[in-house]
């Protein structure tokens, strides 16, 4: 499956888009690409919440696969929950390899002690959503190949994941890279999880 070379493109896009976007960063700071011209004046709490609301609506929605009566009963919960798990353990890992300060709007709100002021890279909401909205979409048009539903689908969900994307800058909670990245890592788990599982 990993000869098929369509596949090994797309991770490699992936792969030198993360390395540019970190190679990138400025006085020695991993990903800080002008981030004081992107700061929001202040947290906005309900922002952040909608964008935990349209994170979790994104992950609900692949389970609309199974009103097509699935062959496999197993085949939506392994594939889907193999990419959702390797992207929250991706993110998690990127998190931890780079300590990369949140929006001086977060740091004002929580305080530079509070446990996620250097996590922002990348936005988890931002992958998660991603990853889900990639999913569905890549998986039903994969089963559907000449519905006029498959676009309509993708729409859909990868707009709900862009709203996510933008909530969480809007938020003050974090910069554009932090949403381009956890975007990118979202795409490229998501897609390839539904291209290679489902």
Known sequence: MWTNLPIRRFFLIGLLCLIAVNAAGEDNSPLSIATDSWDIEMYHEDQDTISTVTTLASLAMPLALYAEGQEEITRLPVSYGLSIGTTYLAKELLKGLIDKRRPDAYIAEFGIEDEDAFDSFPSGHTALSFAAGT?????????????????????????????????RYTSGSHYPVDIFAGALLGILIGGAGALLLY
Not at 144 to 150: D, F, I, V
């Open 135 to 167: 999913f569905l979409a890549t998986a039903y048009a994969k089963d559907h190949q000449n519905s006029p539903l498959a676009v309509p689908v993708s729409i859909v969900t990868l707009g709900m994941s862009s709203l996510t994307g933008v909530l």
